[in-house]
T-cell receptor, first 111, second 114 residues
Framework: NAGVTQTPKFQVLKTGQSMTLQCAQD?????MSWYRQDPGMGLRLIHY???????DQGEVPNGYNVSRSTTEDFPLRLLSAAPSQTSVYFC??????????FGEGSWLTVV | TQLLEQSPQFLSIQEGENLTVYCNSS?????LQWYRQEPGEGPVLLVT?????EVKKLKRLTFQFGDARKDSSLHITAAQPGDTGLYLC??????????????FGQGTILTVHP
């Protein structure tokens, strides 16, 4: 049972480069979301989705794009990476009932 | 914007001591969750409380949701080194299910020394 799988685990980007963080879940959950975690700031919501084809912005969406073409996948795209996007990124999925399952995280460094 | 203030930010205690972590807000949440996170891993759900005044116990951990659903606390009795980690509270918005949208507190880093 894989749960929520994120790739890559670690990535170093140069300022201005683009990349996609992949997220897949095998629990047939309707809801998926992306958070970033920075020291002393807890987790902050970037984007979320309530189903295939439906996405919306969270608290800190600038510089990130998402799409949800299937129930299983919810990739996060950085269009032009900036040092301020250096962070740990977590993908999460859930169904009704509020239990949210998180992936193991993706460590991103922008130099 | 809903905010959750978690305190203390750091807690360093000896094995066997008791501790309480607080999570406070000026906003009402439909549910309040507590997570534990270990280095290099994602947060793992410990408990969800949904009713004002609700108290849940998980072995040596006691969770309470305030009567007005604006605050919560986590109390650990007789802490053990295995309790060491980052504890996060998170609130779900109004209207029932949070749809995967949570507001997190800043976290409490707990270190329990043998």
């Amino acid at each position: 049972n894989a749960g929520v799988t994120q790739t890559p685990k670690f990535q170093v980007l140069k300022t201005g480069q683009s990349m996609t963080l992949q997220c897949a879940q095998d629990m047939n959950h309707e809801y998926m979301s992306w958070y970033r975690q920075d020291p002393g700031m807890g987790l902050r919501l970037i984007h979320y989705s309530v189903g295939a084809g439906i996405t919306d912005q969270g608290e800190v969406p600038n510089g990130y794009n998402v799409s949800r073409s299937t129930t299983e996948d919810f990739p996060l795209r950085l269009l032009s990476a900036a040092p301020s996007q250096t962070s740990v990124y977590f993908c999460a999925s859930s169904s009704t009932g509020n239990t949210i399952y998180f992936g193991e995280g993706s460590w991103l460094t922008v130099v | 914007t809903q905010l959750l203030e978690q305190s203390p930010q750091f807690l360093s205690i000896q094995e066997g001591e008791n501790l309480t972590v607080y999570c406070n807000s000026s906003s009402v949440f439909s549910s309040l969750q507590w997570y534990r996170q270990e280095p290099g891993e994602g947060p793992v759900l410990l408990v969800t409380v949904v009713t004002g005044g609700e108290v849940k116990k998980l072995k040596r951990l006691t969770f309470q949701f305030g009567d007005a659903r604006k605050d919560s606390s986590l109390h650990i009795t007789a802490a053990q080194p295995g309790d060491t980690g980052l504890y996060l509270c998170a609130g779900g918005g109004a209207g029932g299910t949070s749809y995967g949208k949570l507001t997190f507190g800043q976290g409490t880093i707990l270190t329990v020394h043998p």
